[in-house]
């Protein structure tokens, strides 16, 4: 790890993959893990009704909205709306999924980290409509 600027031209917006998230999803790396940093730091900016499918990550994540409103569920917890400025602190190995409103988009920094095994993140099923147009608690 040496000390520089990386500069947001050097990087390329991707389209976040069907098989992990529903909707249009795009993924910019803010921080890719290096030795001897094990964090990721990657800014997600969901259209509205997109989210992740279900997951956990090994040693948990931290995840800050930048703008929009969106919204988080922990299995077994109510929906959540998250908005602009707001924390969530995500357990490890937590199924838990997080998105846009359905009629906002929303924009996170997602920092985690993986564990001694290089495991990160456990993807699952997608979020039914059900789960996912519940009314925030
Ligand atoms: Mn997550």
């Not at 995840?63 to 922990?74: C, D, E, I, P, W």
């Not at 917890?77 to 995500?90: K, M, S, W």
């Not at 409103?101 to 993986?114: F, G, I, T, V």
Request: negative net charge.
């Amino acid at each position: 790890m040496k000390s520089r600027i990386v500069r947001a031209s050097e990087g390329a917006t991707k389209i976040a993959p069907a098989d992990k998230f529903v909707g249009q999803v795009l993924q910019d790396q803010v921080f890719v893990p290096e030795d001897p940093s094990r964090l990721r730091v990657t800014r997600v900016t969901f259209t509205p009704g997109g989210r992740t499918n279900w997951h956990a990550h090994a040693v948990g994540q931290i995840l800050y909205v930048l703008s929009g409103a969106g919204r988080y569920q922990l299995e077994g917890d109510a929906v959540r709306e998250i908005l602009p400025g707001d924390t969530v602190v995500i357990p490890p190995k937590s199924r838990h999924w997080h998105g846009a409103a359905p009629d906002q988009m929303m924009c996170h920094l997602a920092l985690s980290e993986s564990d001694d095994q290089g495991a990160a993140t456990d993807w699952q099923e997608p979020v039914s409509d059900a789960d996912y147009t519940a009314v925030p608690a």
